[in-house]
């Protein structure tokens, strides 16, 4: 009979700046794999052992080197900058305190075992909050009158495009999946299930036409941009954006008779102009400054477009861009990060 004896090889364990080092069969040692550590009062790494020990808290490896020193995670927390930032941001529509009990209550369901994997930060409410805070940043970085001096035909358009982006990031499902994703992932069988209840049986390429619409219906960027406007701002936000925005449509045909357009209109606007910058790049057409603006055109509309056909002449006017963008972003984000538990 031969017997199979287990090699006992050293790793070294890693937290923060503290190590320790034991022996152990390095077939056991992966990605993911819990394990159970002490600390001491001042955070460092005094112990670790495989299997559930009294007095010892639960971890997990969530890096490996070659030379076998792995990197342990005992919970994700986020860190007191980006605390900082977020207060910074959004003061004085959340306090420190809110925003420290919100985004641990984020944190916390970003699973340890699954750290190691990109898509489980990527995923997360975290990074979600945290990407709209780097477009925020980057905005207020670029609103100056200097960098406006330079790139003059581009300042405008590159804000309002990075705003209205974070429309549908803070909108977008909790469990957002790309399609390949969607179609194999195992908790998502009954959604799959109505969209195979819609398939008519006319041809292979428009059934497949169908489960996408059926998909995007739910993961879209458009169901995205839309759930921000109609689900995370309040009444009072919502009007303020829409009233921001005028559409008239006057047809040729008919004496000129003029005609202002619904909220609807004015939604579907916001959502082409956040995709023609990157899909057609064109862009609204820039307006001035607000510290380039006499003070009595402040707060005025300003039309931006005009769209011409045979029989209708559309004008598309906006007030108090992009602040009101700007305004919108924050408040949005602020309820969105109230409204987690």
Not at 248 to 268: A, H, M, P, Q
Not at 272 to 301: C, D, V
Not at 330 to 339: C, E, F, H, R
Request: neutral net charge.
């Amino acid at each position: 009979m031969c017997r199979i004896f287990k090699m006992r090889e050293p790793v070294e364990f890693r937290y923060n700046l503290s190590r320790v080092e034991k022996q152990f069969d390095r077939r056991n040692i992966r990605l993911g794999q819990k394990i159970f550590a002490t600390f001491n009062e001042n955070a460092e790494l005094t112990d670790v052992s495989l299997i559930p020990t009294e007095g010892f808290e639960e971890c997990c490896m969530s890096w490996i080197t070659p030379k076998f020193e792995v990197d342990l995670t005992r919970k994700y927390s986020v860190n007191e900058r980006d605390i900082e930032r977020l207060v910074s941001i959004l003061n004085p529509l959340l306090s420190k305190d809110t925003i420290i009990e919100k985004m641990s209550i984020a944190a916390s369901k970003i699973r340890i075992e699954h750290i190691y994997k990109s898509e489980e930060f990527e995923k997360s409410i975290v990074n979600k909050v945290l990407t709209v805070a780097n477009r925020i940043e980057f905005v207020e970085l670029i609103k100056s009158e200097q960098i406006y001096r330079q790139i003059p035909q581009f300042y405008e358009p590159v804000i309002i495009y990075h705003l209205l982006t974070c429309f549908d990031i803070i909108g977008s499902a909790p469990d957002w999946l790309t399609f390949d994703s969607w179609l194999r992932a195992v908790n998502k069988q009954e959604e799959r299930r109505h969209g195979e209840s819609l398939i008519q049986g006319v041809s292979f390429i428009e059934d497949v036409k169908l489960i996408h619409q059926h998909y995007l219906s739910i993961y879209g960027v458009r169901n995205s941009f839309y759930r921000f406007i109609d689900e995370i701002l309040n009444e009072e936000l919502r009007s303020k954006l829409l009233q921001s925005i005028r559409i008239e449509k006057f047809i040729i045909n008919d004496g000129y008779r003029s005609v202002l357009e619904s909220d609807e209109s004015k939604k579907t606007f916001l959502f082409g102009l956040r995709n023609s910058y990157t899909h057609s790049g064109q862009i609204l057409p820039i307006g001035t400054p607000e510290w380039l603006l006499p003070a009595s055109y402040k707060g005025l509309m300003s039309r931006r477009l005009q769209k011409i056909s045979q029989t209708l002449i559309i004008e598309y006017s906006v007030q108090n861009w992009p602040q009101v963008l700007m305004t919108t972003v924050k408040s949005g984000l602020a309820q969105y990060i109230l409204d987690l538990q």
